[in-house]
């Protein structure tokens, strides 16, 4: 117990003796790239103990440029299993629970067997964003959504904020359109960068390794900063 309290024993003086009450909570992130890596990562360093990450892709080389766990000796590993050992690494203790698939609007709410406090949404699919949105409203889940990260170079310019107030971000703008049309009530939290996009997207979406990290931090911080009261949103 004593060497488990050292190590959050800076975290517990900052948020006034609450890190029993961010160990209790369970969060679940959909997407382990370049944005999911990070907010997993920070979770976990800042107490998070029951931890749900849900991805079914393989490390590739591509993957290199900006996600946290990827190196050239583990290619071709699934991403779960390579951020499940840093997670164990950093707190023996967590109680990691891996979901290794793609999660399709078929098969979503098999997410959803578990009593979930939070939902880091990392995805790229936009249906899937558009789809837990609406679960989350119905169970009343407090869920931060990732915009676009790609083709962005200005980390600055990220900011969570509610999706109504968002601009510059084509991903944030059908989000937008969807909560507009279905009168979803209530704020939608998101992480967004009004930075305009940096060079004409022909096929391959650019990506770089600071504005992808940054934005999975500020998901971290915002699910942090919620459970010890430090959020006013």
């Known amino acids: 117990m004593g060497e488990k309290m050292d190590q959050f024993e800076r975290l517990n003086l900052l948020f006034e003796n609450k890190i029993e009450l961010i160990h209790s909570k369970n969060v679940l992130v959909l997407g382990l790239g370049g944005v999911g890596s990070f ?3 920070a979770l976990v360093r ?6 749900t990450i849900v ?29 499940e ?3 164990l690494n950093i707190n023996p203790n967590c109680n990691v629970k891996k979901i290794t698939n793609f999660i399709t609007l078929d098969n979503i709410k098999s997410l959803f067997c578990d ?10 699919t936009i249906s899937i964003k558009l789809e837990l949105i609406r679960i989350c409203k119905i169970k009343n889940i407090k869920i931060i959504s990732c915009m676009g990260t790609g083709n962005k170079i200005d980390p600055s310019k990220l900011k969570i904020i509610d999706i109504r107030k968002t601009s510059y971000d084509p991903i944030a703008k059908i989000v937008r359109k969807m909560v507009k049309e279905e009168r979803i009530k209530g704020k939608i939290m998101v992480v967004s960068s009004d930075e305009k996009p940096h060079v004409k997207v022909e096929k391959l979406i650019p990506s770089n390794s600071y504005v992808p990290s940054v934005a ?9 900063n919620d459970i010890v009261g430090e959020l006013d949103v």
């Open 85 to 87: 050992k840093r997670i």
């Open 115 to 124: 009593d979930i406090d939070y939902i880091v949404d990392a995805c790229d």
């Open 46 to 51: 800042s107490g998070i103990e029951k931890i």
């Open 216 to 224: 999975g931090l500020l998901c971290a911080s915002y699910v942090i």
């Open 55 to 83: 991805d079914g892709d393989r490390i590739s080389l591509s993957n290199l440029n900006r996600q946290l766990m990827t190196y050239h000796n583990n290619i071709g590993e699934y991403k779960t299993d390579e951020i």
């Open 39 to 41: 907010a997993v990562e």
